[in-house]
């Protein structure tokens, strides 16, 4: 049989994690929306609370959680504001790669130290011609000696414009293509790694997102992460760990967007009577709540196979991809119950929406997701 009971332990995490959404994400949610500056004390209470090094193993200092105890995390911290999600959780992006390939060495030496004071993390894939073909980055990386000249450009990078921390993807080989793409360590006080634009975003506009360039960038060698040209596979070993985040923080966005619906269902009053006594209110309520319960069991799923080192890139892309479809879905209807009311920025449930959207584009768009899922469901075909 399954089990689908939370620990003690889980559920500990679950509320307090809950909490600091209620109190310390959500009442600033609509300021840091705004765009002008960057949340920087929630980040360090974030950082006080472990959340940012929660995936990190405990012998390097971090909390030791596996990818449910993250799951669960995710989807309160998403509820009370996407952006600084966001900003929370792309440390855990960009240690990710470095717990699963880093050496000891690597992992003593990076690792610790974000544990022992509040460093943001980046992950540095995304190029402009080398979105969803992650495989086709032009980044490069020469060995020259003992290091690695790094010359490209980066874009939409999470954290980018404020970390300490970057774990970069360049081709070493480039004439082998994404067989030619290896990993590598980069230290924010690097010369030659320079920030450009801070992106002005639609939604998750509490976090940072950049481009960055690299200008004969000088890495150690000993920075080079797992071996040279297994960078493809460290990307998407990384995606299929985290994904499960992506589609838990969905979840979050849902639940909360479904909260906002309920309650004013409940209090406005439209033909004598409240909205949410009419069959059609109760029948929008009811997809939603299908959707979102359906989205939740994929993703705790999805994080208990990672969790068992079993495969789980099929699950984990099912997971990120209806889960962040059902936040558009349900957010938008959230909106619809709300009416007028909705579109305001006086309610929170527009911004829920705005937010949404992103999570169906990072860490690989849904159309990506649906042919990984074919791919594997569908198994080899015969031209």
């Known amino acids: 049989m399954i089990d689908y009971r939370l620990t003690e332990e889980q559920v500990a995490l679950q509320e307090m994690a809950r909490e600091f959404a209620k109190k310390e994400m959500a009442p600033n949610a609509a300021k840091f929306d705004q765009g002008h500056e960057f949340p920087w004390k929630i980040m360090q209470k974030a950082f006080d609370a472990g959340f940012m090094t929660g995936n990190i193993p405990e012998q390097y200092g971090g909390g030791g959680l596996n990818n449910v105890d993250t799951a669960l995390i995710s989807e309160e911290l998403a509820a009370g504001c996407p952006g600084m999600f966001t900003s929370i959780m792309g440390v855990s992006l960009a240690t990710t790669p470095i717990v699963l390939y880093g050496s000891e060495e690597q992992k003593k030496k990076f690792l610790s130290p974000l544990c022992q004071k509040m460093t943001l993390g980046s992950y540095c894939l995304t190029e402009r011609e080398a979105g969803s073909d992650a495989g086709s980055v032009k980044t490069k990386a020469i060995k020259v000696g003992n290091e690695y000249v790094l010359n490209g450009a980066k874009c939409f990078i999470t954290n980018g414009g404020v970390a300490g921390l970057y774990v970069v993807f360049a081709k070493t080989a480039p004439e082998k293509g994404a067989r030619g793409m290896s990993a590598f360590i980069v230290s924010r006080d690097t010369p030659g790694l320079i920030v450009g634009k801070i992106e002005?975003?639609?939604?998750?506009?509490?976090?940072?997102?950049?481009?960055?360039?690299?200008?004969?960038?000088?890495?150690?060698?000993?920075?080079?992460?797992?071996?040279?040209?297994?960078?493809?596979?460290?990307?998407?070993?990384?995606?299929?760990?985290?994904?499960?985040?992506?589609?838990?923080?969905?979840?979050?966005?849902?639940?909360?967007?479904?909260?906002?619906?309920?309650?004013?269902?409940?209090?406005?009053?439209?033909?004598?009577?409240?909205?949410?006594?009419?069959?059609?209110?109760?029948?929008?309520?009811?997809?939603?709540?299908?959707?979102?319960?359906?989205?939740?069991?994929?993703?705790?799923?999805?994080?208990?196979?990672?969790?068992?080192?079993?495969?789980?890139?099929?699950?984990?892309?099912?997971?990120?991809?209806?889960?962040?479809?059902?936040?558009?879905?349900?957010?938008?209807?959230?909106?619809?119950?709300?009416?007028?009311?909705?579109?305001?920025?006086?309610?929170?449930?527009?911004?829920?929406?705005?937010?949404?959207?992103?999570?169906?584009?990072?860490?690989?768009?849904?159309?990506?997701?649906?042919?990984?899922?074919?791919?594997?469901?569908?198994?080899?075909?015969?031209?």
């Open 200 to 383: 002005d975003k639609m939604g998750h506009r509490a976090s940072n997102t950049a481009e960055i360039f690299f200008e004969d960038c000088k890495v150690p060698a000993e920075n080079l992460l797992g071996k040279e040209r297994q960078g493809f596979v460290i990307a998407m070993k990384t995606f299929d760990t985290t994904r499960s985040s992506v589609g838990a923080a969905a979840v979050g966005i849902a639940q909360a967007a479904l909260e906002y619906a309920i309650a004013y269902a409940k209090t406005r009053s439209q033909f004598g009577k409240p909205i949410a006594l009419y069959q059609i209110t109760q029948a929008k309520i009811a997809d939603m709540a299908m959707e979102i319960q359906a989205a939740r069991h994929l993703v705790w799923h999805a994080a208990w196979l990672s969790d068992q080192s079993q495969p789980c890139g099929k699950e984990s892309a099912m997971a990120k991809c209806f889960a962040t479809d059902a936040a558009m879905r349900v957010t938008t209807e959230a909106l619809q119950i709300l009416g007028g009311y909705g579109y305001m920025k006086d309610y929170p449930v527009e911004k829920l929406m705005r937010d949404a959207k992103l999570l169906q584009i990072y860490e690989g768009t849904n159309e990506i997701q649906r042919l990984v899922i074919a791919h594997d469901v569908i198994g080899p075909v015969k031209e």
